[in-house]
């Protein structure tokens, strides 16, 4: 990952890269969850910025139907 972001366009905050877990949607539906993905964190927000080659990559895994890891079920509530 290169270092394209230094401060958070939210808050002003110092970024630091991190690796987090993201949630994949499609026009409102769960599609998976990605873990271990490198993304700049907001220090004093939690904003996260993901480089392009992350994001083409995540796309990738989602259009190929990649076999997951694992599966899990989470419920899921009407407001």
């Known amino acids: ?3 394209t972001f ?3 366009y939210q808050c002003g905050g ?5 690796r987090v ?3 994949h949607t499609w026009k409102g539906e769960l599609i998976g ?3 271990n993905v490198p993304a700049w964190v907001c220090n ?3 904003e996260r910025y993901y480089d392009g080659e992350v994001l083409e ?4 895994m989602m259009k190929e139907r990649t076999t997951p890891t694992r599966t899990f079920t989470v ?3 009407v407001y």
């Not at 110092?14 to 991190?18: E, I, K, S, T, Y």
């Not at 990559?57 to 990738?60: G, L, M, P, S």
Request: glycine share 4%; aromatic share 8%; net charge positive.
């Open 33 to 35: 969850v990605i873990e």
């Open 14 to 18: 110092v970024l630091q890269l991190q």
């Open 6 to 8: 230094e401060y958070c």
């Open 75 to 77: 419920p899921a509530y």
């Open 1 to 3: 990952m290169s270092n």
């Open 44 to 46: 004093q927000c939690g």
């Open 21 to 23: 877990k993201k949630i």
């Open 57 to 60: 990559k995540i796309d990738r």
